[in-house]
């Protein structure tokens, strides 16, 4: 790997271990098939979960005001 390369891949590395954080999701293909199908249907799935939880989080804090 060039140098510059090497470099860019070590300063991304770094960021992504301070400012990343990986959750992960388990699904299995027969019981959660619907799940799954609806998911690779999105074009945006991650950004489709964080929106459910963000108004979950929104819903959730307006029924304890």
Do not use: C, F, H
């Amino acid at each position: 790997m060039p140098v510059d390369k090497q470099k860019q891949y070590e300063r991304q590395t770094k960021w992504d271990k301070e400012n990343r954080r990986n959750v992960v999701l388990r699904l299995v293909k027969t019981t959660d098939a619907d799940l799954l199908e609806y998911l690779d249907s999105l074009p945006n799935k991650q950004g489709y979960i964080k929106s459910l939880i963000r108004a979950d989080m929104e819903r959730k804090k307006n029924e304890t005001e």
